[in-house]
């Protein structure tokens, strides 16, 4: 019977795979999808692009040159460990259906495991399913286009120099105002309009770059 699945929200995934054929066809299901799509394509390049950008999941294939996904997803571990990171959930993906393999792929700190060649019920059962175990929320909504999102990646991209400039810009951004944006309810509440009015003035162009 067909398995159905919460809809996921618009996610930002990495594809970890040697194979461009692999690469492209995931692409495909995920954009499909609505999802936002990088790619690596060994362990070396997957770490790189963990550290440096924003991801909601990584799907990581096992076998690949230069550094294999388990080897990856440990180092992955290690890292967040000492850097006080949240746990970036990564998923396996693998052609083989041996359970030695998946204890393998959990034993390196992998949090799902799909197989190949793809099953998109499957893969997408297997997201959705580790999603719901982290601590990204599994909202059901209508999936959002990057014209409706509230950030405009493009001219962010444009305006920043890269999509990594622009995440982490975003990131400093909510640390550096959550308090200031969560006074704006008592402020309102006190009437305080002449405080209000220096915030409003104050954020109305750094929320817009």
Do not use: C
């Amino acid at each position: 019977s067909k398995q159905v699945h919460a809809e996921l929200p618009q996610l930002s995934i990495l594809v970890v795979d040697d194979i461009e054929q692999n690469i492209d066809l995931l692409s495909l299901i995920l954009k499909r999808n609505h999802h936002v799509i990088s790619v690596a394509r060994n362990g070396e390049q997957a770490l790189l692009k963990m550290e440096s950008e924003l991801f909601d999941l990584v799907l990581m294939d096992i076998q690949m040159p230069i550094m294999d996904g388990l080897t990856a997803s440990k180092k992955r571990r290690e890292y967040e460990v000492e850097n006080g990171l949240p746990r970036l959930p990564i998923i396996a993906l693998t052609a083989s259906v041996l359970p030695q393999d998946k204890k393998s792929a959990n034993e390196a700190g992998m949090d799902g495991f799909a197989n190949k060649p793809i099953d998109i019920s499957q893969l997408m059962g297997e997201i959705n399913k580790t999603l719901l175990s982290s601590d990204i929320e599994i909202v059901k909504k209508e999936p959002i286009s990057t014209q409706q999102s509230a950030i405009d990646l493009e001219k962010g991209i444009d305006l920043w120099g890269s999509k990594t400039a622009l995440f982490n810009e975003v990131k400093r951004f909510l640390s550096q105002s959550e308090n200031d944006i969560n006074s704006l309810q008592s402020l309102i509440t006190d009437k305080d309009w002449k405080t209000i009015e220096s915030l409003a003035h104050k954020y109305k162009g750094v929320v817009g770059n």
